[in-house]
């Protein structure tokens, strides 16, 4: 399974970045899919979860009411919208996925078994 994360750039505080992940290999609907950041000197940190074949999503509370995960079955990606970005989520992005039907928590980086190369965000005041 391979991960290929693109989107992050250089935006404005107030501004809004798309962050997509496209997931090789089966069982899409039915992964864990999340994306974590991490900051300089800081560490990773959840952001966002969701498992489609669940009717899962959930979102952190630094981010809740601004990001939005959401999936594409067909296209096997997933998705960072993210609005009104401050400059405290300036990140590297990476996107995860579990193995198909695995449990545990979404938000604990040990509980995914594969990962993106991360892709950066960069929020200017």
């Known amino acids: 399974v391979q991960l290929q994360a693109s989107g992050g750039g250089l935006v404005q505080a107030g501004g809004s970045l798309r962050l997509s992940c496209e997931v090789s290999?089966?069982?899409?609907?039915?992964?864990?899919l999340a994306w974590f950041r991490q900051a300089p000197g800081k560490e990773r940190e959840f952001v966002a979860a969701i498992r489609k074949s669940a009717g899962f999503t959930n979102v952190a509370d630094p981010v809740k009411g601004r990001f939005t995960i959401f999936g594409d079955n067909g296209k096997r990606t997933v998705y960072l919208q993210m609005n009104s970005l401050k400059p405290e989520d300036t990140a590297v992005y990476y996107c995860a996925a579990s193995t198909p039907g695995k449990s545990g928590s979404y938000s604990w980086p040990d509980n995914y078994d594969y990962w993106g190369q991360g892709t950066l965000v960069t929020v200017s005041s």
């Open positions: 290999g089966n069982s899409f609907s039915n992964r864990k």
